[in-house]
């Protein structure tokens, strides 16, 4: 089972609001990742946790605010955002971070982000 | 930096056709490369894994791997329409502070039409 589940699908929030994204993995895998996607770009890293250590922030604005409660469970807390920060973010999670097949990523359906 | 670049795209073939897609990397210590297929709205989903140099095929799919060369392609032999889609490459350096992250080429819109 390769499945990473994510909710909501759909979120719309002012700038004032706060709102958690969930991810959630059942396959054991020690290596949760966050991007976002803007369209017709590529995924952008954001974080990386490796056995429930925060081990890359890619500069992320600190409006963006993530957590890993345990091995299973991934968070990113949203505080303050800006209309920019619409998108599509999305959860991944891997064996790794390794070498090799251990650092296959697998997504999740991601969370549509809209900012007002 | 660590540069991934793909054929801009977009790629049209029609059913039936071989599709190729291309990537070039400029990280020589890269060791692990990857293709994902991403469908407009969704999520990128893996659809082949190479580490070694040479071809690897998975049904209709071969990737092919020339370290030397610091190449990557993707080959979809008899296309068809719900091939449709964004061809992510993404490339693995081995790193030690950097390990385990992806970086992405920009993709390559493939079209098959009937």
């Known amino acids: 089972d390769t499945e990473v589940t994510q909710t909501p699908k759909h979120l719309v929030m002012g700038m004032t609001n706060k709102k958690s994204l969930k991810c959630e993995q059942h396959m054991g895998h020690r290596a949760m990742y966050w991007y976002k996607q803007k369209a017709k770009k590529p995924p952008e890293l954001m974080f990386v946790y490796s056995y429930e250590k925060l081990s890359i922030n890619e500069s992320v604005p600190s409006r963006f605010s993530p957590e890993c409660p345990n091995s299973s469970l991934l968070n990113l807390h949203l505080h303050a955002l800006q209309p920019e920060d619409s998108a599509l973010y999305l959860c991944?999670?891997?064996?790794?971070?390794?070498?090799?097949?251990?650092?296959?990523?697998?997504f999740g359906p991601g969370t549509r982000l809209t900012v007002l | 930096q660590k540069e991934v670049e793909q054929n801009s795209g977009p790629l049209s073939v029609p059913e039936g056709a071989i599709a190729s897609l291309n990537c070039t990397y400029s990280?020589?210590?890269?060791?692990?490369f990857f293709w994902y297929r991403q469908y407009s709205g969704k999520s990128p989903e893996l659809i082949m894994s190479i580490y070694s140099n040479g071809d690897k095929e998975d049904g209709r799919f071969t990737a092919q791997l020339n370290k030397a060369s610091q190449y990557v392609s993707l080959l979809i032999r008899d296309s068809q329409p719900s091939d449709s889609a964004t061809y992510l490459c993404a490339v693995q350096t081995d790193r030690g502070s950097t390990l385990g992250r992806l970086y992405f080429g920009r993709g390559t819109q493939l079209t098959v039409w009937p």
């Open positions: 991944a999670s891997s064996q790794g971070p390794a070498r090799g097949h251990e650092n296959e990523q697998f």
């Open positions: 990280d020589r210590v890269s060791q692990s």
